[in-house]
């Protein structure tokens, strides 16, 4: 009797070491990836700064062209001065139409990889093996149990289990 409980904490001990270092590698994996994603929102950052100079050029273009046309506007007529101002108009919203674009992909692209990276790791998650002790006949009680809205205490102790293993299982089962 002894030797079989030192048995079973010796492989619950294993088994806690082993879910131990898939989570440490879980999070050396997150954070290393971290890393790419902060690179990404530095080139977003480096584009919206380009975006702004240009948005400060135009914004001078625009005072030059108002001058000008200020000057213009006495021998110009209401046709031509439309022109300008739409050709002005045109010029300065082309780059910014461009970047804006580039920006919207560079952010579609983060969200997927984010998107992607987040299923992989919920899917690594739910391939922890779950401690021995467990069965599915218990799973289905615990979830029946606390549904019905018995207390992770009481379910604990009518079924000899842990309460780290029954909030477990209710974390794995996406109930708690």
């Known amino acids: ?21 898939v989570i440490l590698y879980l999070l050396f994996y997150v954070f290393t990836k971290d890393a790419k994603y902060v690179k990404n929102i530095r080139s977003i950052a480096s584009v919206v700064e380009e975006a702004n100079r240009e948005i400060y050029y135009l914004k001078k273009k625009i005072e030059q062209a108002q001058e000008s046309i200020q000057k213009k506007s006495q021998r110009m007529n209401d ?3 439309y022109q300008e101002i739409e050709r ?11 970047a804006l674009k580039q920006m919207q992909n560079n952010i579609k692209a983060i969200e997927l990889e984010i998107d992607t990276r987040i299923s992989h790791l919920e899917s690594g998650v739910k391939q922890i093996s779950i401690p021995s002790s467990l ?14 809205g018995v207390a992770i205490e009481i379910i604990s102790k009518e079924l000899h289990l842990s309460q780290p293993e029954v909030e477990f299982v209710l974390k794995i089962n996406k109930i708690r």
């Open 79 to 81: 046709d031509e001065i």
């Open 1 to 21: 009797m002894n030797l079989e409980n030192l048995n079973l904490s010796f492989s619950l001990e294993y088994v806690v070491i082993i879910m131990a270092l």
């Open 88 to 98: 002005s108009v045109y010029d300065m919203q082309q780059p910014l139409a461009l």
């Open 135 to 148: 069965h599915a006949n218990d799973d289905d009680k615990i979830i029946s149990l606390y549904k019905q």
